[in-house]
């Protein structure tokens, strides 16, 4: 990967498939990092999951709308059973689609960019000549390099 400008910023992850379920990805999620690329059986991009799609699949839709409420507050296992339902849907289900992506011919400021666009802490990285998954660049990584 040294050839790419990106390259000292790529890091290397086994992405999500459609079919991984919301458990895995999570388990997945919480060792590798902020959030995952999606790859099709022929490993091209085709979404993205991070946490906050996590918690959108596994608390029910209109939870966003009820801040300030004491929902799950009157009902604890409320949360555990929305969990666990939703711990064996398919991440296809809960992607975003379309997602922001780097290729590998991109610079920094393109990335700088797209991290401030699309307010994703973690970026899909795709080969620019095969268009397949390579791997994630990370907010953090990208300030570490570019701040004194």
Excluded at 95 to 109: I, Q
Excluded at 112 to 137: C, E, K, N
Aim: with cysteine; hydrophobic share 40%; glycine share 8%.
């Amino acid at each position: 990967m040294t050839e790419y400008p990106l390259a000292n910023l790529i890091r290397e992850c086994g992405p999500l498939r459609r079919e991984t379920t919301v458990a895995e990805a999570a388990r997945r999620i919480s060792v590798e990092g902020s959030g995952l690329p999606v790859v099709g059986d022929d490993d091209r991009l085709v979404g993205f999951l991070d946490e906050v799609d996590l918690l959108g699949a596994v608390t029910p839709g209109y939870l966003k709308e009820l801040h300030g409420t004491h929902l799950f507050l009157r009902d604890p296992a409320a949360l555990h059973r929305a969990i666990t339902r939703a711990a064996p849907s398919a991440v296809g289900e809960h992607m975003r689609r379309d997602p922001p992506y780097v290729d590998t011919d991109d610079s920094e400021m393109h990335a700088t960019a797209l991290f401030l666009q699309s307010g994703q802490h973690t970026l899909p990285v795709v080969d620019a000549s095969t268009q397949r998954v390579v791997g994630v660049i990370r907010l953090p990584d990208l300030l570490h390099k570019l701040l004194p």
